[in-house]
Structures are given as structure tokens and as C-alpha cells.
């Protein structure tokens, strides 16, 4: 059964950091471009990040900075780097999986297949 699973969110202090990963199972990632949104209460689904098969990468103007996203083919897994946390970074940050490898119009939801059930990542003092 193909699933992506998401962990490593949790409750940071303002400026702190978070590594969040993106695990696959029933299927090997290798050939896929994988994406990073998020979801405020009350807000649409906001695409943040997104990584080719081949390791190109596009962030959200928001991040730019501050976030960085990988992966590591050989864990079947994709990393999503906070840094710098603000209080609008709170969120569910959910990854998902195109059928594609490339990064194409990474923010439109519509362009991925699969997606994970999300991790919680609360930045508040």
C-alpha cells in the first residue's frame, strides 16, 4: 500500500529550527517530485517547498531562506529544514508525491498524487 508518512513537528520557540521528514512506503520515491505544504486554521492548503527526482528545488517566497528542503533516496525519505521559525509557520505541514519528477506549478495542490496525513508545527513563546 503506497503511503507517505510525515514526523517531526512539534511545539519551537520563535527563531527556533525543525526538521520535518516525509517517509515513503509501498513505493520508492526515487522518481518523483515531492512537495511540502501547509495548512492554517481557516486558510486554504499553501504549497511550500518542492524537490525534482533529480534534486532541483522551488520554495515559497515566505521561506526563501530560511527553509531547505532534500532528499535521500537511499531512505526512501524527504527532509524539510526550518530555520528561523516565525509564528505564521504554524501550520500542518503535509508532504505529497507527484507522478511526475518534476517540479511543475509546485503550489497548486492539483499537482500531486499522494499525500501523507500532516504533523502539527506549532511556533509560539
Known amino acids: 500500500q503506497l503511503q507517505l508518512v510525515e514526523s517531526g513537528g512539534g511545539l519551537v520557540q520563535p527563531g527556533g529550527s525543525l526538521r520535518l521528514s516525509c517517509a515513503a512506503s509501498?513505493?520508492?520515491?526515487?522518481?518523483?517530485?515531492i512537495g511540502w505544504f501547509r495548512q492554517a486554521p481557516g486558510k486554504e492548503r499553501e504549497g511550500v517547498s518542492c524537490i525534482s527526482n533529480s534534486g532541483g528545488t522551488n520554495y515559497a517566497d515566505s521561506v526563501k531562506g530560511r527553509f531547505t528542503i532534500s532528499r535521500d533516496n537511499a531512505k526512501n525519505t524527504v527532509y524539510l529544514q526550518m530555520n528561523s521559525l516565525k509564528p505564521e509557520d504554524t501550520a500542518i505541514y503535509y508532504c505529497?508525491?507527484?507522478?511526475?519528477?518534476?517540479?511543475?506549478?509546485?503550489?497548486?495542490?492539483?499537482?500531486?498524487?499522494?499525500w501523507g496525513q500532516g504533523t502539527q508545527v506549532t511556533v509560539s513563546s
Open positions: 509501498g513505493f520508492t520515491l526515487n522518481n518523483n517530485a
Open positions: 505529497a508525491a507527484s507522478v511526475r519528477p518534476m517540479c511543475v506549478i509546485f503550489q497548486k495542490v492539483e499537482k500531486y498524487d499522494y
